[in-house]
């Protein structure tokens, strides 16, 4: 079904409102027109692209910062945070990620997503990987957007806090990864 420019402008803007992650590519699956036709749309609408929408909802949505390591460190870009209880990342994955032979994604990328999250979701200066169980469910490949969800599941008195971290592809999970996490005692809560 072929709408009008002013009906697919609408929709987009809509669209874009209720799922700021969504890409270009996706969009025009969506509504059946070219990348191009979608970022012509974006742009008459004022609309930014996809790295300025995660920045601006990142922004938005806390105001806490991370505290256990610069933010500049955090593998992937963190899109959502609130210390010593959720945090999420997106990583998109590229050349530099993957095999050369296969285009499938080296697996210490995704590990390092998952655990630089379990470290920024740490409400503390110090925060360490004890030990880590990980579980690898499927492959991930050039050109896939990685999403990992991080949650403090528990905070013992040993100085340990215990994350799960679960990464998806298209809401299919690709990786788990249950982290216990060193902390310093002073900073010890709960």
Do not use: C
């Not at 505290?67 to 530099?96: F, M, Q, T, Y």
């Not at 993957?98 to 110090?126: M, P, T, W, Y």
Request: hydrophobic share 40%; glycine share 2%; net charge neutral.
């Amino acid at each position: 079904m072929k709408r009008s420019k002013v009906e697919r402008q609408r929709l987009l803007k809509e669209t874009i409102e209720h799922t700021p992650f969504i890409t270009d590519d996706e969009l025009s699956k969506i509504f059946s027109v070219s990348i191009q036709t979608i970022r012509l749309d974006r742009m008459e609408l004022a609309i930014p692209e996809l790295r300025e929408r995660i920045k601006t909802v990142a922004t938005n949505q806390w105001n806490e910062t991370v505290k256990a390591l610069p933010l500049d460190e955090v593998i992937g870009e963190i899109i959502d945070l609130e210390l010593d209880s959720r945090a999420i990342s997106i990583l998109n994955i590229k050349h530099e990620h993957v095999f050369s032979r296969n285009k499938i994604a080296r697996g210490h990328h995704l590990f390092a997503q998952a655990n630089s999250l379990a470290v920024a979701v740490i409400n503390d200066e110090l925060a360490l990987t004890a030990k880590s169980e990980l579980k690898f469910t499927r492959q991930v490949t050039e050109g896939e957007r990685v999403v990992a969800k991080a949650s403090v599941k528990e905070v013992n008195d040993n100085g340990l806090t215990t994350v799960l971290v679960n990464s998806f592809v298209d809401n299919e999970v690709v990786f788990t990864g249950l982290f216990h996490m060193y902390r310093s005692n002073e900073q010890q809560r709960r």
